[in-house]
């Protein structure tokens, strides 16, 4: 114990110099929405250069399983394709030259995921140079994933769907019910589906999906299934617990999604009374 005391003595000025520019930071963030945005830039570029060693340790460790993951992946896009269009469909899609879409990705790679807290956190490897920017969508292999919160150079923060500030809009597979998804900071691979009126037949098994109806997400992307369904005595809106197709858990590989309407939608909605 004598050794810290006389650390703290021997180093007075220092640890005094630390505590008063610790303070200063505090201060000015809290009183400077320029500076808080600086800071939170800077602390997202060392969370990213801290956690970059020990996540490229991990997949070195863990490339067989991570090739095995993106073959799965990859076959099952290619259903997709095929479910979708025959071949005669698609080779008439490229002779017609349409627009391109909407929206476009943009893989990353996730470097840090928590999904314990109250607020979940997902820290990824690309950033503005890499075309990203705040409130993107993000979506995994399986279902969607999150939305851009803040960025910096080289990496950015996703506020997981495991974040109980964020609520996604959505709508049953086949229909145009639609409800808002929240989670409830009970279980990582469940969330609950509100606003869904007595009036609409719900079963359990329902699929769940994306509703577009914001610039986050294109329509119909896969969220999950309704796992219970509780209806009032009294009428109103069904309690509705939905279980996510994506593990949350155990994610590695995202795409963050683009919008090119993106500014022209938020336009008018922040013109709309």
Known sequence: ?????????RYK????????????????????????SRLSKSSLFISGIIHQPFDNLKNYMDLVNQNALLSKENNTLKNLVLEKFNKAEILALEEENL???????????????????ARN???????EKDGIIQEMGVIGPQGIVGIVNQTSNG????????NQDIKINAKFKGSNVFGSMYWTGKAPDEMELADV???????VGDTLVTGGMSSYFPEGIVIGTVKTVERPNNGGYYSINVGLIN???DLNYVY???????EEIIELLERTP
Not at 99 to 117: C, E, H, L, M, V
């Open 1 to 9: 114990m004598q050794w810290v005391l006389n650390a703290i003595i």
């Open 13 to 36: 000025n220092f640890l005094l110099f630390l505590f008063l520019f610790a303070l200063g930071l505090a201060f000015s963030s809290s009183q400077s929405a320029y500076h808080k």
């Open 99 to 117: 627009a391109g879409p909407n929206y476009w990705s943009i893989p990353a790679k996730i470097i840090r995921n928590s999904f314990t807290q």
């Open 121 to 127: 956190i997902i820290l990824i490897d690309k950033g």
């Open 155 to 162: 990496y950015a923060s996703v506020l997981s769907i495991l």
């Open 197 to 203: 009126s007595v009036i609409n037949s719900v079963q």
């Open 247 to 249: 593990n949350m858990t």
């Open 256 to 262: 963050v999604i683009g919008n090119k309407n993106r």
